[in-house]
């Protein structure tokens, strides 16, 4: 086959192929071996199998730093529960918070809705946190709920504490080693939690208008179930050692003889004429008590007239400690009058930062402690001439002593 003749264009390319040869090798670069890549179809020879333990096998940087995150969150999660649970020391004592004058600030309370005060154990207070401060020779607190803390009383016996709060839960605790030592969950958030004369039985009332007696082992032993028409109970009372008496959000004060097979109230009034409800029931003694509710009027009664109708039968009725102003139902719920003497009582209001100490004979307060920080949420006796206050500051609650 005779060869033709190279075109123009294989021409040029021919005589570019050479200059660049000429240029490499003026660079020392000419006559290098080229790259000598893998040949198709040339499977990889595999290592020969040894007998030593293969390593670890290496996770992927991503799953190895999100396990660590979890884990270090977990390790948090658990010190957090662990540093909740255990008793946190407060700054102060009982001694500092019994001089006159001299205020303590809890804010790990939020706000106080119930205090206990004993000679022996010093002075407990609870509430809208769900936890519980003691102050003695040694002030703590600890948490003791999920939900808000509405009662709190100390036992006679050696350092017995009872509370009871809105997660339906009855809770014993023993303050000197921090050891709930029984407990009972109820159906219900609980209201109110009173104790008889003797500290051998507790009352509780709840939001589903539901009354029961405990023994000191929390063993069920009378109960009065759907006691109010609308609404809980909101609070209740010992009389006497068979006699409890309960407010309730149908306007009624009813009382209830444990004697009596009947799980009908033996007595009942409606604590006003007008469509409000009863907040809070007080024995002055053994025949008299006191109601207070939504109305802002404390009003006493006599509980040997008998049942009665709604009517003005009532002895006498207390306006000072509250102003005219609307008030709020759970707020005037919590500040029940207190009693601290046969004749004589102490009770706060919303919306004039005050507190009204009353004398059964007269109307008007004897005296009025004004001018006070903030509104009182609960009140708690020390003797017939003293009493502390917890003022609901914000998300804080203040304690303080006052003397008659």
């Excluded at 009034?269 to 008590?289: G, R």
Aim: hydrophobic content about 35%; proline content about 3%; glycine content about 6%.
């Amino acid at each position: 086959m005779s060869s033709r003749e190279l075109s123009f264009y294989e021409k040029q390319r021919l005589d570019n192929i050479r200059r660049n040869n000429a240029y490499l090798e003026s660079l020392g670069l000419a006559g290098k071996p080229k790259f000598k890549g893998k040949k198709r179809g040339e499977k990889k020879k595999r290592a020969a199998a040894t007998t030593t333990s293969p390593k670890k096998r290496r996770k992927s940087p991503r799953l190895l730093k999100e396990n660590d995150s979890n884990k270090k969150e977990i390790e948090t999660f658990d010190k957090k529960e662990e540093k909740e649970e255990a008793p946190a020391q407060l700054r102060v004592s009982v001694r500092e918070i019994s001089k006159e004058n001299n205020d303590v600030v809890c804010d790990q309370l939020k706000a106080a809705y119930c205090l206990s005060f004993s000679k022996k154990h010093g002075l407990a207070a609870a509430g809208k946190a769900g936890r519980v401060a003691i102050f003695n020779e040694k002030a703590t607190s600890f948490k003791n709920s999920s939900a808000w803390i509405g009662g709190l009383l100390w036992l006679e016996r050696e350092n017995g504490l009872v509370t009871a709060g809105n997660d339906g839960m009855i809770r014993i605790i023993n303050t000197s080693n921090m050891i709930q030592e029984n407990s009972l969950k109820t159906d219900s958030g609980i209201w109110s939690l009173h104790a008889s004369e003797s500290h051998d039985q507790i009352i509780t009332s709840d939001k589903k208008a539901n009354l029961r007696l405990y023994d000191l082992n929390l063993s069920l032993i009378r109960q009065y179930d759907n006691c109010s028409i609308c609404g809980g109970i909101k609070n209740c009372s010992f009389v006497s050692s068979h006699l409890i008496a309960t407010a309730q959000d149908d306007g009624k004060i009813n009382l209830w003889d444990l004697r009596h097979p009947s799980s009908q109230p033996q007595w009942s009034v409606f604590h006003s004429t007008s469509d409000h409800k009863a907040h809070s029931v007080l024995s002055m003694s053994e025949f008299l008590l006191l109601s207070a509710g939504q109305d802002h009027a404390i009003r006493l009664w006599d509980i040997r007239k008998g049942v009665s109708s709604p009517s003005s039968s009532y002895l006498e009725q207390f306006y000072g400690h509250h102003p005219s102003s609307s008030s709020n139902a759970l707020y005037s719920a919590l500040r029940h009058p207190i009693k601290l003497s046969e004749s004589s009582f102490i009770a706060a209001g919303q919306g004039n930062a005050s507190i009204a100490l009353y004398h059964l004979s007269s109307p008007k307060p004897r005296h009025l402690f004004s001018h006070l920080p903030a509104d009182a949420t609960t009140l708690t006796p020390i003797t017939t001439s003293s009493f502390f206050a917890a003022l609901a500051l914000s998300d804080a609650a203040l304690i303080r002593r006052f003397e008659v």
